[in-house]
C-alpha cells in the first residue's frame, strides 16, 4: 500500500522487483534459506519451549509465538539491541513478525540466528523469570 505509493516510478521499481522474485534461482534460493532458518528456529524453540511456543510460516515470512500475552515486545527489544530489526504484531502482541528477506545468505542466516537466540533468552529470563525453559 506504501511502498510503491501509486507513484509513476514506485510502480515501475514494483514491477522490476515482481519479476526478480519470479526468477528460478531467486525463488529456489528463498526454499533454501527459510528452511535453514526455520531449522535454526526449531532448535531456538527446544531452548526455551515454556516461553517460545510457536512458528507460523510461509517462506521468509514468520510469526514467532510466545507464551505471554504481550511476550514479543521484549523479544522485539532485545532483537533491536542485538542489531535485528523485528516488530510485534499489533493484532496479537504474543506474536514477533518476523521477516528475514528473500536476499539472505546462509552466513547472514548463521549471524541472524545466533542473535535471535541471544534475545529470545534474555526475553526469556526477563518475562519467566529464568534463563533455559527446556526440559532437563
Known sequence: MSTAGGAELGC???????EITQRPEVAS?????SDFIRAGLDDIQALYPDFFTGIRQNGVIMGLEFNDPEGA????RHLYEHGVWAIFSTLDPSV????PGILMT???S????????VAIGLAAKEVMG??????M
Do not use: H, N, W
Open 12 to 18: 515501475i521499481v514494483a514491477l522490476k522487483v515482481l
Open 29 to 33: 534460493m528463498v526454499g533454501y534459506i
Open 73 to 76: 515486545k521484549p523479544v522485539m
Open 96 to 99: 514477533l513478525q518476523f521477516k
Open 106 to 108: 546462509q552466513s547472514l
Open 110 to 117: 548463521e549471524d541472524l540466528l545466533a542473535r535471535v537466540e
Open 130 to 135: 529464568t534463563g533455559r525453559r527446556g526440559k
